[in-house]
């Protein structure tokens, strides 16, 4: 006999409402230690992945398709995939906004410059969700108004 579940299982209310950088020091430690199997570990300087993808950075004419990783810190690097080394990373700061224009394509303001960032998988809405997170968290004055 196969028994079914007697109702859908549904989602606590405090996993729904968890936003990726609220953690316990706790899971801090956990997530870093399975990280340090990840490929992309060894460029972060040692700071937990919140978030990652590959996007295409433009920059003038021409776009590089870039691995972009969000990390605890707060940072936000990119790494060449191809060769896997970081190439740089967009400056953290009270300053810095996200601007989705489409499914695809989004902006991060920072005071010096604007990035111009492309998720081929249209997830660009996703991105600015969390990298707004990350800013209030680490930027709550700023982030209220
Ligand atoms: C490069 O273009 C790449 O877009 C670089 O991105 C970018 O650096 C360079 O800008 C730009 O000239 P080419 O490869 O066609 O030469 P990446 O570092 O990801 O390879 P950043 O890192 O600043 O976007 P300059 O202004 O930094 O040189």
């Given at each position: 006999?196969?028994?079914?579940?007697?109702?859908?299982?549904?989602?606590?209310?405090?996993?729904?409402?968890?936003?990726?950088?609220e953690l316990e020091p706790a899971e801090i430690e956990r997530r870093l230690e399975l990280q340090k199997m990840d490929k992309w570990h060894n460029l972060v300087e040692g700071?937990?992945?919140?978030?990652?993808?590959?996007?295409?950075?433009?920059?003038?004419?021409?776009?590089?398709?870039?691995?972009?990783?969000?990390?605890?810190?707060?940072?936000?690097?990119?790494?060449?995939?191809?060769?896997?080394?970081?190439?740089?990373?967009?400056?953290?700061?009270?300053?810095?906004?996200?601007?989705?224009?489409?499914?695809?394509?989004?902006?991060?303001?920072?005071?010096?410059?604007?990035?111009?960032?492309?998720?081929?998988?249209?997830?660009?809405?996703?991105?600015?969700?969390?990298?707004?997170?990350?800013?209030?968290f680490y930027y709550p004055e700023q982030s209220q108004s």
């Amino acid at each position: 006999m196969i028994c079914q579940p007697s109702s859908t299982p549904t989602r606590k209310k405090s996993e729904t409402n968890k936003n990726i950088i609220e953690l316990e020091p706790a899971e801090i430690e956990r997530r870093l230690e399975l990280q340090k199997m990840d490929k992309w570990h060894n460029l972060v300087e040692g700071n937990l992945i919140l978030k990652q993808g590959l996007v295409d950075k433009r920059k003038g004419l021409f776009a590089r398709r870039r691995m972009l990783l969000l990390t605890r810190g707060p940072h936000l690097y990119y790494v060449d995939p191809a060769t896997m080394t970081l190439k740089g990373e967009i400056p953290w700061g009270a300053e810095l906004r996200t601007e989705p224009k489409n499914f695809k394509i989004f902006f991060v303001h920072t005071p010096n410059r604007t990035y111009y960032l492309e998720d081929p998988e249209g997830y660009a809405l996703e991105w600015c969700k969390a990298i707004d997170e990350v800013r209030a968290f680490y930027y709550p004055e700023q982030s209220q108004s």
